[in-house]
């Protein structure tokens, strides 16, 4: 057992709880603004992808609603990336429960392949075109809409 795990426990651990709790919320306005973002047809309000035009702090995107919408999703996104891996860091370094741990990986992992897929879903419809002849990026859409319905059960 290395330095940094020795102080593993099986026990209740309120302040984990309240953090997944935490980042429970985060997840359920992440779903919404991935909603509504579909919904007003703004998910490719940028073209590029992990950046919106280039930026972290896009021109325009607290002005136009489109482009608020898309970027908010992107911004929400991140920090669920964050808030996941601060979870499992956390219960790798504190949790003995193998079980528990292991959940912690997978969900870092689906939250990386969500955000992933979002990104390729932008790459591969730079023309914005999302026609029945652009398959690849439909199919990246799916995926991504699918993966936030199994995050919903």
């Given at each position: 057992?290395?330095?940094?795990?020795?102080?593993?426990?099986d026990?209740?651990?309120?302040?984990?709880?309240?953090f997944?709790?935490?980042?429970?919320c985060?997840?359920?306005a992440?779903?919404f603004?991935?909603?509504?973002?579909t919904?007003?047809?703004?998910?490719?309000a940028f073209?590029?992808?992990p950046?919106?035009n280039?930026?972290?702090?896009?021109?325009?995107w607290?002005?136009e609603?489109?482009?608020m919408?898309?970027?908010?999703?992107?911004l929400?996104?991140?920090?669920?990336g964050?808030?996941?891996?601060?979870l499992?860091?956390?219960?790798y370094l504190?949790?003995?429960?193998?079980?528990?741990?292991?959940?912690a990986?997978?969900?870092?992992?689906?939250?990386?392949?969500q955000?992933?897929?979002?990104?390729?879903?932008?790459r591969?419809?730079?023309?914005?075109?999302m026609?029945?002849?652009n398959?690849l990026?439909?199919?990246?859409?799916?995926?991504?809409a699918?993966g936030?319905?199994v995050v919903?059960?």
């Amino acid at each position: 057992m290395s330095l940094l795990t020795q102080q593993r426990s099986d026990g209740y651990k309120p302040l984990l709880f309240f953090f997944c709790v935490f980042a429970l919320c985060w997840i359920t306005a992440l779903l919404f603004a991935g909603g509504f973002t579909t919904s007003i047809k703004a998910g490719m309000a940028f073209l590029d992808w992990p950046l919106s035009n280039g930026s972290v702090n896009p021109e325009g995107w607290l002005t136009e609603s489109d482009k608020m919408a898309e970027h908010s999703h992107r911004l929400l996104g991140m920090k669920i990336g964050l808030l996941s891996i601060g979870l499992f860091l956390w219960t790798y370094l504190r949790e003995s429960r193998a079980w528990v741990r292991t959940l912690a990986r997978v969900l870092v992992l689906i939250v990386i392949l969500q955000g992933v897929l979002g990104g390729a879903r932008v790459r591969f419809d730079q023309l914005n075109i999302m026609s029945e002849s652009n398959l690849l990026a439909q199919s990246f859409a799916v995926i991504h809409a699918c993966g936030a319905m199994v995050v919903l059960g």
